[in-house]
C-alpha cells in the first residue's frame, strides 16, 4: 500500500468521523427538545387533572362544612387532597397552584384555582377556573382568567 492510498484512507475515515459526529449531534439535540417539550406537555396534562381533582373536593368539603369551600391546608388536613399541595405556595407537577377564597355580597362563598408554570422549562399555558362557572380557562401568555377561553 503506498503512502498516498494511507493518507486517503485516512482522510475518508476523518471525514466520515466528522460526519457522524454532526449527525449524532443533531439527532441527540432534537432529542432534548423533543423531550423538554414532552415534560411540558405532561406536567399541562397532569395540571388539567389537578385542578379538576381540587375542584371535585372542593365541592364534598362545600357539602360538609355549612356551605364554605376550604383551603388547600382544610383540605388536606381533612385528608381529601394529596400533601402534594401543601407549601407556600403549592408546587405540584411543575406548576403552582394558588387557591383563593372569599365571600360574596349575598353571604355565600366563592373560590378560584389559578396554576402557573413553575419556570418556562416546566409549562407554557396558564389555568383558571372557579366556582361560579366550573370551566377551566387557560392562557397561554399571561396568568389566566374568567375571560380567557375555555378548554
Known amino acids: ?30 432529542a432534548v427538545v423533543g423531550y423538554r417539550k414532552a415534560i411540558q406537555v405532561g ?20 357539602n360538609t362544612h355549612n356551605r364554605t369551600f376550604g383551603t388547600m391546608e382544610q383540605l388536606i388536613h381533612e385528608q381529601q387532597l394529596s400533601s402534594k399541595f401543601s407549601g407556600h405556595p403549592a408546587v405540584a407537577d411543575g406548576y403552582v397552584f394558588t387557591l383563593t377564597l372569599a365571600s360574596k355580597s349575598d353571604g355565600s362563598s ?31 401568555e399571561r396568568q389566566a382568567g374568567p375571560s380567557d377561553p375555555d378548554m
Open 1 to 30: 500500500m503506498t503512502a498516498r492510498t494511507r493518507n486517503t484512507i485516512i482522510v475518508a475515515v476523518a471525514v466520515i468521523g466528522v460526519c457522524g459526529l454532526f449527525v449524532f449531534g443533531v439527532l441527540a439535540g432534537a
Open 110 to 140: 366563592w373560590y378560584k384555582i389559578t396554576a402557573d408554570p413553575q419556570d418556562q422549562s416546566s409549562g407554557t399555558n396558564h389555568f383558571y377556573l372557579d366556582s361560579d362557572d366550573h370551566l377551566i380557562r387557560v392562557n397561554a
Open 43 to 62: 406536567n399541562g396534562t397532569a395540571t388539567l387533572q389537578n385542578i379538576k381533582t381540587i375542584a371535585a373536593v372542593e365541592f364534598q368539603y362545600f
